[in-house]
């Protein structure tokens, strides 16, 4: 197997016969690294109708620790960081965007609240999120399925956050990103960082390693790679296109953060609402089109 972010380099098995941390029957997996870019693998990956199938039922396969941090709100700084952070590329407070994999629309609802004149869609897989902001316009659509982007109108900013991971083709789904942008638009995928020095150090205790949910995972190479690949393959030049990967550091609850390392005692003790900059190991891909990037 060749690796799904590069392309290039072969992936070398690092773990055998991992199961889901929540759904326990869901697996076995093989677990594997780039011997290039250095990216995660999974090598059996379920196919896409049993993917459907495990998302459509998400909300049970979260772990517990999560489910306590949406119900003390210890998640509102993580999605308020990523909602300034992509706003960043929002060329005009009345732009139009669009997030891919918008879940609960958590980000969506910050995002337009921050630019109340922009016009916003949100997409994911399950209905219209019932907390999701009323002028926001949302798409159900199946992201593992080939033609979902089909008809969906281009936007100045396209973005999705805890996505790529957790798609069968993080190729097919970078294209696709990239084919609802505008020219002289913006492309921002967020991501965990398999290079991470914190992914290094907690090796499978690592938030981000769900074998069976979060299928491959980039490094910053891997991740830069796989942009370029596919905007070479949509017919676009080296001069009509950037791509830069970057670490983040994302404002967590530190309440939050100490439940996800199984210190449940301590997070207990700290207020929910207290938030820090975290390098807990994730990155941002972003792609700025050109204005001469009109065949896509």
């Keep these: 197997m060749v690796c799904s972010f590069c392309a290039a380099g072969a ?3 690092v773990y055998s016969d991992k199961f889901h941390k929540v759904t326990t029957s869901f697996g076995p997996f093989d677990i594997a690294e780039c011997q290039d870019c250095g990216s995660m693998n999974t090598l059996n990956k379920p196919d896409r109708a049993r993917l459907s199938d495990f998302y459509r039922d998400y909300d049970l396969a979260r772990p517990d ?8 709100a210890a998640l509102i700084s993580q999605y308020r960081y990523y909602a300034r952070f992509v706003g960043q590329h929002l060329a005009t407070p009345s732009g139009r965007w669009t997030e891919v994999g918008a879940g609960g629309g958590d980000v969506s609802n910050f995002l337009k609240r921050g630019f109340p004149q922009s016009a916003g869609v949100a997409i994911d897989i399950g209905p219209r999120p019932v907390n999701l902001d009323p002028g926001i ?4 659509a ?5 033609t979902w982007c089909l008809g969906i109108d281009k936007a100045d900013l396209v973005f999705s956050v805890a996505v790529w991971e957790h798609v069968l083709s993080p190729g097919d789904f970078a294209r696709q990103l990239v084919s609802l942008c505008k020219p002289d638009g913006a492309i921002v995928i967020i991501a965990p960082d398999y290079g991470a020095m914190a992914r290094k150090l907690m090796g499978q205790r690592w938030p981000y390693f769900s074998p069976g949910e979060h299928l491959s995972i980039p490094t910053r190479q ?3 790679r796989c942009a370029t690949n596919q905007l070479d393959a949509l017919g676009l030049t080296a001069d009509q296109y950037q791509v830069k990967t970057i670490p983040i550091s994302v404002g967590y609850s530190v309440s939050y953060l100490m439940s996800v390392l199984g210190l449940g005692s301590i997070s207990r003790l700290i207020p ?3 938030a820090l900059p975290m390098p807990t190991g994730i990155l941002a ?4 089109l050109r204005q001469t990037a009109i065949n896509i």
């Design 272 to 274: 929910p609402e207290l």
């Design 142 to 146: 199946d992201l593992n399925e080939q």
């Design 65 to 72: 620790w999560f489910k306590e941090g949406a119900a003390n």
């Design 11 to 13: 992936c070398k098995t």
């Design 222 to 224: 891997g991740a830069t």
């Design 137 to 140: 316009d949302y798409i159900s």
């Design 285 to 288: 891909t972003l792609i700025k």
